[in-house]
């Protein structure tokens, strides 16, 4: 029932920007903290960005600190992830994750491919 689903990557050249969507759906979205992990081929996955359920704080990777920029819109019941000035080694599937606070609620997107390439 629960769902997360995932849109807006793409191939882009570096230097560009991209906004990723996690769409809700089936759970108290505003309960959850919600996080981006992306993982490269042959890598392990990796935590991207987490924003918090109630005060809405923000935390990043040191690799996309000033860069990118996680949000939430409680009333879209959507996360987004602002992605600028991206690099190559930023390609990777990009998941949406979900935790609702105080139960065992764990919830994964399908994923959306980011590609930076000149």
């Known amino acids: 029932q629960a769902q997360l689903e995932e849109s807006g990557g793409g191939l882009v050249q570096p230097g560009g920007s991209l906004r990723l969507s996690c769409a809700a759906s089936g759970f108290a979205f505003s309960n959850a903290v919600m996080s981006w992990y992306r993982q490269a081929p042959g890598k392990e996955r990796e935590l991207v960005a987490v924003?918090?359920?109630?005060?809405?704080?923000?935390t990043y990777t040191d690799s996309v600190k000033g860069r990118f920029t996680i949000s939430r819109d409680n009333a879209q019941k959507t996360a987004y992830l602002q992605m600028n000035s991206l690099k190559p080694e930023d390609t990777a599937v990009y998941y949406c994750n979900a935790k609702v606070l105080f139960t065992e609620y764990d919830f994964w997107g399908q994923g959306t491919q980011v590609s930076v390439s000149a």
């Open positions: 924003i918090s359920a109630v005060d809405g704080r923000q």
